[in-house]
């Protein structure tokens, strides 16, 4: 005969029995999320329900700050005060050469009928924390689609990218750095216009040119910058700084390792560039061309009959 | 032992202590940590710990929920903590009778190896995803955590501590 615990002791469900249940369900939401990003919208009510809790989380580090910038001393304020003052006069100078230099271009670009370059609105944001999450390499910014940014925008700070905003939420964003192992950045180096792309390099806070053939004219110190060919970035930005290459007869491609210009893993400040105009979309290949027209043959065909 | 006399001294849990130990953690978690993975998930060790003392009031669901929060507000795929802290839920609630009798850091041993558990889900769910292994400093965080499990324990009991004036402990 079966021993039945007596009411009192009874915990509902089997753990085993509830393991399962909450395990399925785990294993059917990663599912959705990875496979198919059909989990967006719970998402985004979940994060919703993390920003109280995240920004509790900014508090100490703010209190921290604010007592640390109060005891900080007059002469280095007076200091940093002068030398920024220099920087703003320069960059003034900077950014009256780049007007007239933008007028020029827009002017140059009518005469030969080419599309406008439109003006990117950028919208500045604070890193929050960056992301518990040793596999990937992201921040999260406290500026989201409430704020007017959208995936898919450039992520600058005031010396280059840093990355690319991957996803946005009401109030906060993610950002996939540079550095991150999926993370392709469209790059050209500047001496002499060559077009790469930049993978992150995971751990090391590298990045890595690949698919470049062993005798592609990369050298030490080369500058990348973004070639905006994607439309994602607008071009010129600074991105990295080649520190290594490698070539290897007995390979294809060249190792070419780039060290990252702007402070990819320590700024706390960064702009977002809103993305730039929808290029038009890649032209389609043989295969796909050949079987449409063949279709529409057909339809014909039986049209006329 | 000693754990277990203590606990006849205790009042009853709040649902109030409870949840806001929960926010605490999570709080903490959320903290700008310089190595993310040397940091202890406090979510985890704050979840043993109530699976442990409070079996029938904190569970899977408790951890299922929680591990949600934790995915989505460190943007990673959703029901990777959930599926870990739900392992870890139910390894804790395996666990809680034999814990109990052990002194803390025969606890703390225990509690290593539930954490340790709950990373190697996370980390089973990453590679499964198409992820690079990140190196086995990952498994130093949980470390940590069962090294803080002896504070975890005196701090989280505290509010259930009766006054000593009403309740003197016996003599050892």
């Known amino acids: 005969?079966?021993?039945?615990?007596?009411?009192?002791?009874?915990?509902?469900?089997?753990?085993?029995?509830?393991?399962?249940?909450?395990?399925?369900?785990?294993?059917a939401l990663l599912v959705l999320d990875a496979r198919f990003g059909y989990a967006e919208g719970i998402r985004s009510v979940l994060t919703l329900a993390a920003y109280p809790i995240q920004q509790a989380?900014?508090?100490?580090?703010?209190?921290?700050?604010?007592?640390?910038?109060?005891?900080?001393?007059?002469?280095?304020?007076?200091?940093?005060?002068?030398?920024?003052?220099?920087?703003?006069?320069?960059?003034?100078?900077?950014?009256?050469?780049?007007?007239?230099?933008?007028?020029?271009?827009?002017?140059?670009?009518?005469?030969?009928?080419?599309?406008?370059?439109?003006?990117?609105?950028?919208?500045?944001?604070?890193?929050?924390?960056?992301?518990?999450?040793?596999?990937?390499?992201?921040?999260?910014?406290?500026?989201?689609?409430?704020?007017?940014v959208q995936a898919g925008s450039a992520v600058v700070d005031d010396s280059g990218v840093i990355g690319q905003l991957t996803r946005a939420h009401a109030f906060v964003s993610e950002v996939t750095l540079l550095t991150d192992k999926g993370q392709p950045t469209p790059v050209q180096v500047l001496r002499n216009g060559l077009r790469a792309i930049a993978?992150?390099?995971?751990?090391?806070?590298?990045?890595?040119?690949?698919?470049?053939?062993?005798?592609?004219?990369?050298?030490?110190?080369?500058?990348?910058?973004?070639?905006?060919?994607d439309g994602t970035y607008p071009p010129g930005l600074p991105v990295a700084t080649v520190i290594r290459v490698e070539r290897d007869s007995s390979y294809t491609f060249a190792r070419v390792v780039a060290q990252p210009i702007a402070g990819v893993e320590r700024g706390r400040y960064a702009l977002v560039l809103s993305p730039g105009a929808r290029l038009p979309d890649y032209p389609e290949d043989e295969s796909t061309r050949k079987a449409a027209r063949s279709k529409r043959a057909r339809k014909a065909t039986t049209d006329g009959r | 032992m000693a754990a277990d006399r203590s606990r006849h001294l205790l009042l009853p849990v709040r649902t109030g202590t409870i949840v806001a130990s929960f926010v605490v953690a999570l709080?903490?978690?959320?903290?700008?940590?310089?190595?993310?993975?040397?940091?202890?998930?406090f979510v985890a060790l704050t979840l043993a710990f109530w699976c442990v003392h409070q079996p029938?009031?904190?569970?899977?669901?408790?951890?299922?929920?929680?591990?949600?929060?934790?995915?989505?507000?460190?943007?990673?795929?959703?029901?990777q903590h959930a599926l870990a802290y739900s392992a870890l839920a139910f390894g804790a609630l395996a666990l809680s009778r034999r814990i109990l009798w052990f002194d803390t850091w025969g606890q703390a041993l225990h509690v290593l190896l539930l954490l340790e558990g709950a990373k190697a889900v996370a980390l089973g769910?990453?590679?499964?995803?198409?992820?690079?292994?990140?190196?086995?400093?990952?498994?130093?965080?949980?470390?940590?955590?069962?090294?803080?499990?002896?504070?975890?324990?005196?701090?989280?009991?505290?509010?259930?501590?009766?006054?000593?004036?009403?309740?003197?402990?016996?003599?050892?």
Do not use: C
């Open chain 1, 57 to 148: 989380a900014r508090l100490p580090v703010a209190l921290v700050e604010g007592v640390s910038e109060y005891f900080s001393s007059q002469t280095r304020l007076r200091s940093e005060n002068e030398m920024l003052r220099a920087k703003l006069l320069d960059a003034s100078l900077d950014a009256e050469r780049y007007e007239a230099a933008a007028a020029e271009t827009t002017n140059l670009r009518r005469l030969i009928g080419a599309a406008e370059r439109i003006e990117r609105k950028s919208i500045p944001a604070e890193v929050l924390y960056a992301g518990r999450d040793p596999y990937a390499r992201k921040v999260i910014i406290n500026r989201g689609t409430q704020h007017g």
């Open chain 2, 125 to 172: 769910v990453r590679l499964a995803a198409g992820d690079a292994f990140p190196g086995w400093t990952l498994f130093a965080g949980p470390a940590v955590g069962a090294l803080l499990w002896p504070a975890v324990v005196w701090l989280l009991l505290l509010p259930q501590r009766r006054p000593p004036a009403l309740d003197e402990p016996r003599a050892r």
């Open chain 1, 199 to 229: 993978f992150g390099g995971g751990s090391s806070g590298q990045l890595e040119l690949r698919y470049m053939s062993g005798n592609a004219d990369v050298e030490n110190g080369d500058e990348l910058v973004t070639s905006g060919i």
């Open chain 2, 56 to 79: 029938r009031r904190v569970g899977l669901g408790t951890g299922w929920l929680l591990g949600l929060l934790v995915d989505a507000g460190n943007g990673v795929l959703l029901g």
């Open chain 2, 27 to 41: 709080v903490l978690n959320f903290l700008p940590w310089p190595d993310v993975k040397l940091a202890p998930d």
């Open chain 1, 1 to 27: 005969m079966e021993h039945t615990p007596p009411p009192f002791f009874v915990r509902g469900p089997a753990p085993l029995v509830r393991l399962a249940f909450f395990g399925s369900l785990s294993l």
